[in-house]
C-alpha cells in the first residue's frame, strides 16, 4: 500500500501516523515544505521517501510531487494529512489522481461550510442553532427578531477554528460588522449558553466508531482568541450516552468513513425552546480531523491506549486490532500565555504534580494564541484533582 502523507511533521507528534502505518508494513511517502535535515529522526525512520516543496499553499508543486510518486511507486491508495487546512487540498488531489480511499473534491463542501453543516444536522434530527446566512442588515435584524433578539453569533461560512468569530450584543455593533466585515460569506446564529465538548472518534468505512472519547472544552477557542484567556480542557473515557447518541448519528449523516474526527457540541447550560434542555447537548460543527493540538495524545493517556496504532488498523485492516483498556482517567491540559504574570512558578508546578504530569513543553509560536506558550499535561483519576489542577496553574500574580 502507498500512502502519500502531507506535512508529515505537523503538528510534529504526526511522525506517530507514519510510524504506525509502516509498522503495519505501508510505504509512507512525505510531502512537506520543510528540508528533510530538519525533520525529527523517528520521521526519517517511518518516511520511505520525502519530497519537498517550496510551498504547501502552491498546489502545482504539490500536484508535482505526487505524481513524482505515482510514476516511481505506482498507484498512490491514500492521501492525507489529517490537518484542517489542507482538507480541501487532500480532497482535490483525491480527485485528481483518482484515490477514492478519502473524500473527494465535490464532497468537501459538506464537511467545510457551516451553512451546509446546518442543513444536515437539521435533516438528520440532531439540534443545533438556528442559523441565518448573512445578507442584508434588514435580513439580519429579521433573523435576531425571530429568535427572541441579540446576542448573536457571526463567523465566516467556511474557516477553520475561531478567526473573525464574534458575538454581537446590540444593534450599534450589529451595524459595525456590516460596515467592518470582509467580502466572504458568513452565517449568523442565535447564541447558546453551554460548554463546548467534543465528540471524537476513529471510524471504519462503514461509517461505524471503532474508537470514541470525549473531550471537555471550557472555555471556547473563540473565547481564548478573543478575550486572551488561558486555555484548559480535559479528555475523558467517561462520555455522555446522549453525546454518544448524536455522535453517532452525525457519523451517518455526514457518510463519515476512515477517518479520525472531532465533531463540536455544546451541553446546554439553560434550556431552550426547540433545541433541549439544560444538559442536552446541540451541534456546533463537524471537523473531518483529529482534535488539535496534542489532544491524540492525551486520549492515549486517558483510555490507556493507542490512537495513533488504531488509526493505523483502520487503514490497513478496516477493523480495531488494540483492545480496550479497563483503565480509565482523565487527561487535563493547562497552558500559560506570556503576557501574564503567574502566582506559581514553573518549578512550583513541576515540584507539585511531579508524579502525575505526563507532558511539559514550549508551544511552537504559531499556537500561543491558542494554546499558549507554556503548556502542562497531567493526569488524574478524579474529577476534582483536574480543576485543582486547572487552578493551580493559572492562578495569576496579584
Known amino acids: 500500500m502507498n500512502f502519500i502523507f502531507i506535512s508529515p511533521n505537523f503538528p510534529h507528534t504526526y511522525w506517530l501516523f507514519c510510524d504506525r502505518l509502516r509498522k503495519n508494513g505501508v510505504n509512507i511517502l512525505g510531502i512537506g515544505d520543510s528540508s528533510y535535515q530538519s525533520l525529527e529522526e523517528p520521521l526519517k525512520k517511518a518516511l520511505v521517501e520525502y519530497y519537498k516543496v517550496g510551498s504547501l499553499e502552491n498546489y502545482d508543486e504539490v500536484y508535482n510531487a505526487v505524481e513524482f510518486f ?36 465535490d464532497e468537501i463542501k459538506n464537511w467545510k461550510h457551516k451553512s451546509i453543516m446546518h442543513k444536515i444536522y437539521k435533516e438528520a434530527g440532531i439540534p443545533t442553532a438556528r442559523q441565518h446566512i448573512v445578507s442584508t442588515v434588514d435580513a439580519a435584524k429579521n433573523f435576531i427578531s425571530e429568535i427572541g433578539g441579540f446576542p448573536v453569533i457571526v463567523k465566516p461560512d467556511v474557516g477553520v477554528g475561531a478567526a473573525h468569530t464574534s458575538k454581537i450584543e446590540n444593534e450599534v455593533q450589529l451595524l459595525d460588522f456590516y460596515k467592518t466585515k470582509s467580502d466572504v460569506s458568513y452565517v449568523m446564529e442565535e447564541f447558546i449558553e453551554g460548554n463546548v465538548c467534543s465528540y471524537d472518534a476513529i471510524v471504519n468505512s462503514k461509517s461505524e466508531p471503532l474508537f470514541e472519547s470525549m473531550t471537555d472544552w471550557p472555555p471556547s477557542i473563540a473565547d481564548i482568541v478573543n478575550k486572551g484567556l488561558n486555555l484548559s480542557y480535559y479528555t475523558t473515557t467517561k462520555m455522555s450516552e446522549k453525546l454518544r447518541v448524536l455522535g453517532r448519528k452525525a457519523l451517518k449523516a455526514f457518510n463519515v468513513k476512515s477517518r479520525f474526527v472531532h465533531l463540536e457540541f455544546f451541553c446546554l447550560t439553560k434550556s431552550y425552546d426547540g433545541i433541549g434542555e439544560k444538559g442536552d447537548f446541540a451541534a456546533l460543527e463537524v471537523n473531518m480531523r483529529p482534535a488539535g493540538g496534542y489532544t491524540p495524545d492525551m486520549m492515549n493517556f486517558a483510555h490507556s491506549t493507542d490512537v495513533y496504532q488504531i488509526w493505523a488498523d483502520m487503514v490497513t485492516d478496516d477493523k480495531r486490532i488494540l483492545p480496550e483498556s479497563d483503565k480509565h482517567q482523565y487527561c487535563v491540559y493547562a497552558g500559560r500565555k506570556n503576557q501574564y504574570s503567574y502566582y506559581y512558578s514553573h518549578q512550583d508546578v513541576l515540584k507539585r504534580y511531579s508524579s502525575k504530569i505526563v507532558m511539559c513543553e514550549c508551544m511552537p509560536e504559531l499556537m500561543w494564541e491558542t494554546m499558549g506558550c507554556q503548556m502542562y499535561t497531567a493526569c488524574f483519576s478524579d474529577i476534582d484533582d483536574v480543576h485543582e489542577f486547572i487552578d493551580f496553574v493559572h492562578k495569576k500574580a496579584e
Open 70 to 105: 505515482t510514476k516511481k511507486y505506482g498507484k498512490i491508495d491514500w492521501l492525507e494529512s489529517n490537518n484542517e487546512y489542507w482538507l480541501e487540498q487532500d480532497a482535490k488531489l483525491r480527485s485528481a489522481f483518482n484515490i477514492v480511499t478519502g473524500i473527494n473534491l
